[in-house]
């Protein structure tokens, strides 16, 4: 797979791999938990070389599943990773924490369960309203200078926020959710990354599974599957929503791909420094999101898949209110 740059320098594979499904949020998680190892090794053999992770995740869980598949071939792959919540005595994620004393700590956690000297990329995973964003980015320069972190990254982050981090510490990368059913971050986000010349990692690049098309109006989610109480998966907003899969669908039969591989590559085609990480807990799925990187859509695609999607009119909210104000778009 050929390469992209995120930020000044750090070259990453042009699709990732998102792990936190393997953990968590999309129903019950697998039962074989080398089933997941093996399924992030193939990624490595298949040409991916960033991983996404979060010590959240699980919580905990996922950063260990991460670092003991990739330890064979630390030297070959790229780490992303995340901080800023706080739990409870029972692991639980009870809120936003980002004061000094807590990014060194939780830095050290994800150290010592990645198995890693160095954290490649260390996103603060959402805005803490309640702390100075410079104080947060002086705190992971610190831990720069200190060898234990490579690349700072936001998550979720306004223009603004952004531009005040990168002026106390060089942002590498922000991530966010983006796809052709959520654009907001074309708003401001993207215009000031590529002043900035800061990479752009798309989370939920399929819209959480529904642009692959296989996700209908009689789609059942169990009660551990975080789209089951996400506004935009209810029934009537699934229905109201198939317009965007038909649209895919349209376009990748003339292309001979998937919608899957059109909604990736849309993303690919928006900008050189954009690296979707699509999560999946399947190796042909993994194999279709991979193979995005081959898809070509011409000037003419694009135009086609703006002009029909800027008719087409998302139903839904992407958020449950409480998780939406996490937010910092």
């Not at 591989?261 to 990480?277: F, K, N």
Request: proline share 5%; with cysteine; charged share 20%.
């Amino acid at each position: 797979m050929h390469k992209r740059t995120l930020g000044r320098d750090l070259e990453v594979s042009a699709v990732g791999l998102g792990c936190m499904g393997m953990s968590q949020s999309y129903g019950p998680n697998p039962g074989d938990r080398q089933q997941m190892i093996a399924l992030i090794r193939s990624a490595v053999d298949c040409g991916v070389t960033f991983f996404d992770t979060a010590e959240v995740y699980g919580p905990y869980h996922n950063e260990k599943l991460v670092g003991e598949a990739l330890a064979p071939v630390r030297d070959q792959v790229l780490v992303a990773t995340k901080f800023g919540f706080r739990f409870d005595d029972a692991g639980h994620q009870v809120g936003l924490v980002s004061r000094s004393e807590h990014i060194t700590a939780a830095a050290d956690g994800s150290l010592r369960r990645l198995g890693v000297e160095a954290i490649d990329l260390y996103y603060q995973h959402r805005v803490n309203p309640d702390m100075r964003i410079e104080d947060v980015a002086g705190t992971v320069a610190e831990l720069i200078k200190a060898g234990k972190v490579r690349h700072f990254g936001l998550s979720e982050a306004a223009a603004g926020t952004i531009r005040r981090a990168h002026a106390v510490q060089p942002v590498t990368a922000v991530q966010s959710e983006y796809s052709l059913w959520w654009r907001r971050p074309e708003e401001q986000v993207l215009p000031a990354l590529a002043e900035l010349g800061i990479g752009f990692v798309p989370y939920s690049p399929l819209g959480k599974g529904f642009l692959t098309g296989t996700i209908t109006v009689g789609t059942a989610f169990t009660s551990t599957d975080i789209r089951a109480t996400i506004p935009r998966f209810a029934e009537e907003n699934r229905k109201a929503n198939q317009a965007l899969v038909d649209l895919l669908a349209a376009i990748a039969l003339r292309k001979g791909a998937t919608q899957a591989q059109i909604a990736l590559a849309w993303l690919l085609a928006q900008e050189p420094w954009i690296v979707p990480i699509p999560g999946t807990r399947r190796l042909e799925r993994l194999e279709e999101n991979i193979g995005a990187a081959r898809v070509e859509l011409t000037p003419s695609d694009l135009a086609e898949i703006q002009t029909a999607a800027a008719q087409i009119r998302v139903h839904g909210a992407r958020y449950p209110e409480h998780l939406e104000r996490m937010t910092n778009l």
